[in-house]
């Protein structure tokens, strides 16, 4: 599978954002799709995440977006959407979209589970 991240861009703080993955080659809903961010400096981290159509299509958001963010598949475009609302500062990284084939739930917040990614899309927000 290939993903292919967009949507980022300049935003102030309060505004909203939607970032697209669009993957090509093999089904969204056959995987778990992720999304991780990471700021300068810092580690990449989990941002949300939806199973594979098989598991559920479960959905799972890192405390610090929880609320704000949603994470949507749309099988018949093959895309995964993160709705991104009531931006913060915070929020700026690079954005990462990732697919991931027969995980465990214990293993869905952490990058290595992941095997396929797309590049980075840049969100920031000013204040």
């Known amino acids: 599978i290939q993903l292919q991240a967009s949507g980022g861009g300049l935003v102030q703080a309060g505004g909203s954002l939607r970032l697209s993955c669009a993957a090509s080659g093999r089904t969204v809903s056959d995987y778990t799709m992720g999304w991780f961010r990471q700021a300068p400096g810092k580690e990449r981290e989990f941002v949300a995440t939806?199973?594979?159509?098989?598991?559920?299509?479960?959905?799972i958001y890192a405390d610090s977006v929880k609320g704000r963010f949603t994470i949507s598949r749309d099988n018949a475009k093959n895309t995964v959407y993160l709705q991104m609302n009531s931006l913060k500062p915070e929020d700026t990284a690079l954005y990462y979209c990732a697919a991931g084939e027969r995980l465990i739930l214990s293993s869905v917040r952490s990058g290595v589970s992941y095997s396929y990614w797309g590049q980075g899309t840049q969100v920031t927000v000013s204040s």
């Open positions: 939806i199973r594979s159509r098989s598991s559920g299509g479960v959905t």
